[in-house]
């Protein structure tokens, strides 16, 4: 693989799999990600895990990525209702993992404006893959044609998705206490449900 392999090439990597699970490990244990000690752990040198994984910055939005995708899964498998109703209920309870996660908490606390701008600027893969999922459930729940959407689908899943982190993020934006359950009534009130 060369140094400028493509994102899809370098998750790809079967070295790749084992540092973004070294990485999830160390971060849900409120450990840093040491790019240089994860290399030795994993017997190889820094430039090879950087050809793996990208920068530092990279590696932990993988990590918390590889959280957030089993989290959604579950979350989603188990949303009550219907509709506007089970897309405010994954709202709600995704807002509500993220906010009481204390090792996503203390990572933001440590670092609040890198967090911000690696969660939840146009660029962070993370937000990217929130607001696909969120596409998809309501690509689901709209498909039987019962009720419009108010905004097209993609525009929709994006506003859902500030709508979550600016309830998640509020005491890094605003100074306000995060609180899950103001993040489902609003997505509720968006979807007038």
Same mark, same amino acid.
């Given at each position: 693989m060369s140094p400028k392999a493509s994102s899809a090439e370098k998750a790809d990597h079967p070295g790749s799999w084992k540092a973004v *699970?070294? &990485?999830?490990?160390?971060?849900?244990? +409120?450990?840093? /990600? !040491?790019?240089? *000690? /994860? &290399?030795?752990?994993? *017997? @190889?040198? $820094?430039?090879?895990?950087? $050809?793996? @994984? +990208?920068n530092r910055d990279q590696f932990v939005v993988s990590a918390i990525v590889s959280i957030t995708v089993p989290t959604l899964k579950r979350i989603i498998a188990s949303a009550k209702g219907a509709g506007g109703k089970r897309i405010a209920d994954v709202a709600e309870r995704y807002a509500r993992a993220s906010i009481e996660a204390d090792y996503f908490r203390k990572w933001l606390?440590? !670092?609040?404006? $890198?967090?911000?701008r690696l969660l939840t600027s146009k660029a962070s893969p993370l937000q990217q893959h929130v607001v696909t999922v969120f596409e998809q459930l309501l690509e689901e729940e709209y498909a039987d044609g019962e009720g419009a959407a108010p905004l097209p689908l993609p525009d929709l899943a994006y506003l859902i998705v500030r709508i979550i982190e600016s309830f998640v993020f509020s005491d890094l934006i605003a100074g306000n206490d995060p609180d899950w359950t103001k993040a489902g009534m609003a997505v509720a009130a968006l979807l007038r449900d």
């Open positions: *699970g070294l &990485a999830r490990a160390k971060f849900m244990a +409120g450990e840093r /990600i !040491d790019m240089q *000690g /994860i &290399a030795a752990e994993l *017997g @190889v040198d $820094r430039t090879t895990l950087f $050809r793996w @994984v +990208g606390e440590s !670092d609040p404006e $890198r967090a911000l």
